[in-house]
Structures are given as C-alpha cells and as structure tokens.
C-alpha cells in the first residue's frame, strides 16, 4: 500500500518562505516512484481541495495553479523519490492544509490537475501564514 507523506508546514508571516517535502513509502518492488505523476492540493477550512501544482513522472513538466504562479515552484528528484514545492512570497490567503497525491497509473502523458484524478494522499501539513 502508498502511503504519501508530507512535511515542511509551519507558522511563517506573510511574505516569507517554506519548503515542502513528499516522500512515498512503497512495499512493491513493481513500482517506482519516479513512475507516477505527483500532485500539490491544498484544503482550507470550509473549502474543497484544490489544485496548487502538480509535475509529471520525469518532472519535464509543471502546471500551477494561477493563484501561485511565480511565488511556487514544484520539483522532484526520482533519485532519492522525494518531491518539493518551494513557496515564496506567501499570503495569507495561502493558509490551508497541504497535500501530496500520487498519480494511481504510471507514466501518464497528460498533466492531472483534479484531486479527484488521484489515487493515493497523505496526511497534509498545516501551512499558516500570518498577516
């Protein structure tokens, strides 16, 4: 069974940065992380899911979010199967909990941008930005 995990989440004021962490811990020697498409989601309080960015299988390839673009940067190093979302410039409005989501099929062409295209979630981080 995947399991995402997540962390880097904390208290920061706006302006200010933080770096998330997603690893994945996989007992099956069949699968690789560096095989699916990750995703960054994050959920306010009394709102839906919703997309921040996501990167493909071999990190060629981004999409984000409007709201983030230019303060975000997501990147993955398949070598040590860990994937970052750098945030600069934080708002308050940033302020959610943040989630990792793994693609459930391999090698996938097209970009995911729907958390409901996702197959596997950790447990979020708790990002609050103070204003």
């Known amino acids: 069974q995947v399991q995402m995990v997540e962390s880097g989440g904390g208290l920061v004021q706006a302006g200010g940065s933080l770096r998330l962490s997603c690893t994945a811990s996989?007992?099956?020697?069949?699968?690789?992380?560096?095989?699916?498409?990750l995703g960054w989601f994050r959920q306010a309080p009394g709102k839906d899911r919703e997309l921040v960015a996501v990167i493909s299988w071999s990190g060629s390839r981004t999409d984000y979010s409007d709201s983030v673009k230019g303060r975000f940067t997501i990147s993955r190093d398949n070598t040590k199967n860990v994937m970052w979302l750098e945030m600069n410039n934080l708002e308050p409005e940033d302020t959610a909990i943040y989630y990792c989501?793994?693609?459930?099929?391999?090698?996938?062409?097209?970009?995911?941008?729907?958390?409901?295209?996702?197959?596997?979630w950790g447990r979020g981080t708790q990002v609050t930005v103070s204003s």
């Open positions: 989501g793994r693609d459930p099929q391999p090698a996938t062409l097209q970009l995911k941008t729907n958390p409901r295209q996702y197959g596997f």
């Open positions: 996989d007992g099956s020697s069949d699968r690789s992380f560096g095989a699916y498409g």
